[in-house]
């Protein structure tokens, strides 16, 4: 069968009126999903990577594949009121792109339209359909479908209120979605979306089931091949999905209100700019570091007021037990995934892990001894947010230095504790040519895997890779 035959095929299975759903807690079994979610797939296969359709043979089949769209979401609509601007919106701009001939889609007006972070309410869902790309998933702009909901429990939105506001975050839980979720990827960001023009953006949203999910199966894993005894609490939350769930909605929750705050050399990330990727590291680390130390803090002044005979609250004893458990959480994600997650090439996330293992490791509160991997756990918040404490202060110093005498000593902080490769220019110290010259002289001097896997992480990446796979589009329900 041809692929024009093929795609005739599959409009005459789809194309239809479906029924209206008014009820959003059952969208996802009803006939305008499969048919919205089926067109979208179909879809998919005619377009190109910046999301538009060239080939004029497709054109008559993906009209027909835009109307079962936009017939999907019209009669999912009146479920999902709160969206009504935006649900309306997307109608007439896949109609827009159908009348302009399937160029690169332009979905500004809808964009603007979708402002979950307005809807911070828990369990309140979302029909978000868009063509975009999906950060570590495709790179493609094809259409996406997906329905969410919000995890908003009472202690995040008194954080939120309080010292942690983050206008723009947004957490969710992943309901149903097309191939471009079915994949690592954990975000909703509204820069992935085909537009005409950058706006200013106002919110972004992280899928902290999956992060859940993959933190869950991967830290099991992980402690039993290195004979690691979980702390009670720690092990009690691999049993339970919510309160993993609720757990990373905190860490991320003040993770990301961390970028951008702080003593930073003026833009941490250095916007269109090269910079090597170990800076990044440090950034990530650093708002990591940042939700750790806050987590500490925040059990410990509610674990004062407890011991000095005060009633707390049912949400400010939710603060301090969660604020325990983000604890454990950024450890054994950071140590247990993100060390051996992806490839060797520039990994910055990589890094980080193996930074915060090394650094605990040579502070005396990470034991490897007779195969088996121990925590002084009494000691550990300490160590940890000491290396919070030297990124700190080298950020603080960076206002004062060049850029890359930035870099330099950004490299020195990570190889006090990381080993370089053994062929590293930037170890053996980088010529006069590269030191006197332009920025990028010294990115391209960096290695891709310029700090490699220590023994320790390479025989645990060959006994976790099945595991780290496996996790691939996970759900909070696969466990």
Not at 82 to 102: K, M
Not at 163 to 169: A, E, I, R, T
Not at 320 to 344: E, M
Request: aromatic share 10%.
């Amino acid at each position: 069968m041809s692929i024009i035959s093929a795609h005739s095929t599959a409009v005459q299975a789809i194309v239809g009126e479906p029924e209206v759903v008014e009820d959003a807690s059952i969208a996802e079994q009803s006939a305008a999903w499969a048919q919205l979610k089926d067109a979208a797939v179909a879809i998919r296969e005619m377009q190109i990577k910046d999301g538009s359709i060239p080939d004029a043979a497709h054109h008559a089949a993906a009209r027909e594949l835009v109307a079962a769209i936009t017939a999907g979401i019209r009669a999912l609509a009146p479920a999902f009121p709160h969206d009504a601007e935006y649900l309306t919106a997307s109608v007439v701009d896949f109609d827009r792109w159908v009348s302009e001939g399937f160029g690169v889609p332009d979905f500004l007006d809808s964009l603007m339209a979708f402002q979950p972070q307005q809807h911070r309410v828990d369990g309140i869902r979302h029909l978000v359909v868009f063509p975009m790309y999906t950060q570590n998933g495709s790179n493609d702009r094809l259409v996406e479908a997906l329905i969410v909901e919000t995890i908003w429990p009472e202690f995040i939105a008194t954080l939120e209120a309080g010292d942690y506001g983050n206008k723009l975050f947004v957490s969710l839980r992943l309901v149903d979605f097309t191939p471009g979720y079915d994949t690592n990827s954990a975000v909703l960001f509204p820069e992935t979306v085909a537009m005409r023009e950058i706006p200013s953006f106002t919110w972004g949203a992280i899928f902290q089931d999956r992060e859940a999910a993959r933190y869950r199966r991967v830290t099991r894993a992980a402690a039993a091949i290195t004979n690691l005894e979980l702390p009670e609490r720690a092990s009690a939350m691999l049993d339970d999905q919510q309160v993993a769930e609720k757990t990373f909605v905190m860490w991320d929750i003040i993770h990301d209100r961390t970028h951008m705050r702080g003593d930073l050399p003026f833009d941490p990330f250095m916007i269109k700019q090269r910079m090597p990727f170990f800076l990044y590291s440090l950034e990530e680390m650093r708002c990591d570091m940042t939700a750790f130390r806050e987590s500490v803090n925040i059990e410990r002044a509610l674990a004062a007021r407890i011991d000095a005979g005060e009633q707390l609250t049912a949400t400010e004893q939710e603060m301090h037990d969660y604020a325990h458990l983000v604890q454990y959480a950024v450890i054994f994600d950071r140590i247990f995934r993100f060390s051996i997650t992806g490839t060797r090439t520039r990994n910055y996330d990589a890094v980080g892990g193996q930074l915060l293992f090394a650094w605990l490791h040579q502070r005396g509160v990470l034991h490897w001894t007779d195969t088996a991997l121990a925590f002084d756990w009494d000691n550990v918040p300490d160590a940890v947010v000491a290396l919070g404490d030297a990124i700190d202060d080298l950020y603080w110093h960076s206002i004062d230095r060049p850029k890359v005498a930035h870099w330099l000593a950004a490299y020195e902080l990570v190889r006090g504790t990381l080993t370089p490769h053994p062929a590293s220019q930037w170890a053996r110290g980088l010529p006069d040519e590269i030191l006197a010259g332009a920025p990028k002289g010294y990115t391209d001097a960096v290695m891709d895997d310029e700090f490699p896997l220590s023994m320790f992480f390479e025989t645990l990446d060959k006994k976790m890779k099945t595991v780290i796979e496996s996790t691939v589009g996970i759900r909070g329900t696969d466990d």
